[in-house]
């Protein structure tokens, strides 16, 4: 019990400091900024950044995607929530990529993301990113810097740990945050069963070489705890991922005392080769879920939905030579392995040290046995024969690491708000900047890789207090970029960012913008409802159900002029842009509409669904700027009541005998 509250002092100790850190200015604020910062961030008027870097969007759901090192914000991603400004979620062709077990879901929470890579290295395919709140893993394809894949995670609540991916994006994997009770067991049981009923799984993610496609492979089922970071191994611990765990105490009530009892946690050490094993000579329990897997074909333009009803199973305490728990210092957060695959870096939020693990050290310790217990049937190694050294006094709240490939790991430092440079052979700071304010999670290019390209490194920070002009009681939270390229690092630029950015990736962008698609091609799509040209447009009834055929050209739709809608129709409108040029994208919205717009690229087809609530006039329009004429650009569609006799017409550029006597007389 003493032990208990003097822990607990510490921990309020250190909060008490956050809070007091907060509350007043880093001394060297105003000049933290050295004269020819500005040059160094300039990119000129017309000219391309030299990197790509995509940032989660926090609980906005999204992506988003700067030039560095300008800061120039050049997309959001839709991912996991709604976005009316593309339609996505909102038209008929992408409203199943939000589709989960529990229905439609239009947000979620995006913390992490990593670029597929090949041998080690950023190869620019794919981004892969995580849903927190209601688990999913999406693959984004940085052909389109589409949203082209969602699959949804069963035995998982809370999905934090997550994805991340092995060398060759062989898997993407994802830990859980919360511990629950297996899908396929009554999960209706007493909150405090936590220890005997919760279960902590990982699931492993397969990614098909040439498409990308997502599919589980199997999953680890792992004691009751909070899985919150994890990595992969690289080269020498090229099979291994390693994970950081908190809540060892498996508390279940006032977490922020509850799990902060024990001195250390674990890093959870995974040999996936042997899981694999273990998969490939049948081991594993076949167990009945429920899980969702959205697909979005780009030549139809169009997601399905599927649900799945099994996933493989390897029980980690049966199955011994998986799963080796590594002591931490204390409630770690980032779990960061450096380039070379030989040293992992564990962050305890908590900790005032960063504990170093050496992959070698770690091999002998298991293979020697060389353990100080269990934990739930998973092998304890003892920390020192793990540990290969630690940093001492790095600063306060350490949560993430990154590397530079020249020796020399990044660790952002939140309570004490700064960004600690430090030499992993000796663990010996060598620099220290202030950050403004509260550093999560940083990122160098390729500074998860085995192949960093150290230029840039930027800092994702969660307050930013005194930094904007303030914009109400919600404050912008901002990016700050460093040059790392010399001894000390050196502050260049600070941007705001969309949500709340957590983990970022960039690459160079030659990686990406050669294979970058232009437009599609509009005799390859293949939606059901496209209209290749004018002369294909219709407007077609069945029942109540109207489908119109409509296309989008500058500066016209046709048809423009619609009537014989009647009340309690279900409409659909299918537009297709016929443009076959870069950059000539056409929008489409209609007075009343409970959806967004649509905006439909180049040789695209993309449906809005409308059911008129009320008999009259609606125009619709073109909402993107395409020509000078875009203003001209619109047409209107004629509602009639529901018992009117009102034919079925549609033309453009002409005007039809009257269609019956409703005209209005005046
Ligand atoms: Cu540190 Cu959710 Cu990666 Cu944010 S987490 S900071
Ligand atoms: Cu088409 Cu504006």
């Known amino acids: 019990m003493k032990n208990f509250k003097s822990k607990l002092m510490v921990a309020i100790g250190i909060c008490a400091l956050a809070f007091g850190f907060q509350s007043c200015k880093p001394k060297n604020a105003g000049n933290a900024v050295s004269g020819d910062a500005a040059a160094k961030a300039y990119v000129a008027p017309g000219k391309y950044d030299g990197f790509y870097n995509f940032v989660s969007g926090g609980f906005s759901g999204q992506m988003s995607v700067y030039g560095l090192p300008s800061g120039r914000l050049l997309r959001v991603i839709p991912v996991f929530s709604v976005d009316p ?28 993301e990593d670029l597929s890579q090949t041998n080690g290295v950023i190869d620019g395919r794919w981004i892969f990113a995580n849903a927190n709140n209601t688990p999913r893993v999406a693959r984004v394809d ?10 949804e995670l069963p035995n998982s609540a809370g999905n934090h740990s997550s994805p991340f991916i092995t060398e060759n994006t062989e898997y993407v994997v994802a830990g859980t945050r919360f511990s629950v009770p297996p899908d396929n067991v009554n999960g209706d049981v007493p909150i405090n069963s936590y ?32 899985f919150d970071l994890s990595h992969s191994g690289k080269l020498k611990s090229g099979g291994w991922f390693f994970f950081s765990c908190y809540n060892t105490e498996q508390a279940n009530t006032l977490l922020e005392v509850n799990a902060s009892q024990r001195d250390k946690d674990f890093i959870m050490a995974v040999n996936w080769k042997k899981a694999e094993e273990y998969v490939k000579a049948g081991k594993g329990e076949k167990q009945t879920v429920k899980y969702v897997h959205n697909v979005f074909n780009e030549k139809t333009h169009s997601a399905t ?14 199955l011994k030579d998986i799963c080796y728990f590594i002591p931490c210092p204390k409630s770690p957060h980032g779990c960061d392995v450096d380039p070379t695959g030989e040293y992992i870096v564990g962050s305890g939020k908590l900790a005032a040290l960063i504990p170093v693990f050496s992959f070698t050290k770690l091999m002998t310790a298991i293979s020697n046995k060389d353990y100080i217990g269990d934990y739930e049937g998973i092998p304890v190694v003892k920390y020192e024969s793990a540990l290969y050294g630690e940093v001492k006094k790095p600063g306060l709240g350490p949560l993430h690491t990154e590397f530079d490939g020249k020796g020399n790991g990044y660790t952002t430092m939140f309570v004490s708000s700064e960004v600690v440079k430090w030499n992993i052979k000796d663990l010996k700071v060598v620099d220290r900047q202030p950050t403004f304010y509260s550093p999560g999670h940083l990122c160098i290019p390729g500074g998860d890789t085995r192949s960093p390209d150290p230029k840039y490194m930027i800092v994702y920070n969660k307050i930013t ?4 002009l303030p914009t109400g009681p919600e404050l912008a939270q901002s990016a700050q970029i460093f040059d790392i390229t010399g001894e000390k ?90 443009e076959q040029d870069w950059d000539v994208p056409h929008g489409f919205a209609i007075k009343g509409a409970l959806t967004g717009e649509l905006l439909i690229m180049p040789g695209e087809t993309q449906t809005l669904k409308w059911s008129p609530e009320k008999p009259g006039m609606y125009p619709f329009y073109c909402t ?12 209107y569609v004629r509602v009639s009541p529901k018992e009117s006799k009102t034919a079925l017409l549609f033309s453009t550029g002409k005007n039809l005998a009257p269609n019956d006597s409703t005209i209005v007389k005046n």
């Not at 400004?85 to 239009?106: A, D, Q, R």
């Open 85 to 112: 400004e593309k339609g996505y979620g909102f038209s008929e062709e992408t409203k199943p990529m939000l589709n989960t077990s529990h229905g439609f879901v239009p947000w979620d929470d995006l913390h992490h």
């Open 142 to 151: 940085l052909k389109t810097f589409h949203t082209a894949e969602i699959i």
């Open 195 to 226: 220890k005997k009923n919760f279960k902590g799984t990982i699931s492993f993610i397969s990614v098909d070489k040439t498409t990308g496609a997502m599919s589980i492979a199997f999953q680890l089922r792992c004691p009751g705890v909070n």
């Open 305 to 318: 939905s599927e649900t799945k009803t099994e996933v493989i199973v390897l029980d980690t305490k049966t």
């Open 465 to 468: 207090k005194d930094r904007y």
């Open 489 to 578: 690092m050196q502050l260049i630029l600070d941007f705001p960012t969309i949500g709340e950015p957590h983990y970022a990736q960039a690459v160079a962008s030659d990686v990406i913008r050669n294979s970058s698609v232009k437009f599609y091609k509009l005799e390859e799509n293949t939606n059901p409802f496209v209209s290749k040209g004018e002369s294909e447009t219709k407007v077609v009834r069945k029942g109540n159900r109207v489908d119109i055929y409509l296309t989008a050209i500058r500066s016209h739709f046709s048809p423009d002029n619609i009537e014989g809608i009647k009340m309690g129709d279900e409409v659909y409108w299918h537009v297709t842009n016929l």
């Open 624 to 635: 993107d700027f395409c020509s000078a004429l875009h203003q001209e650009m619109s047409g």
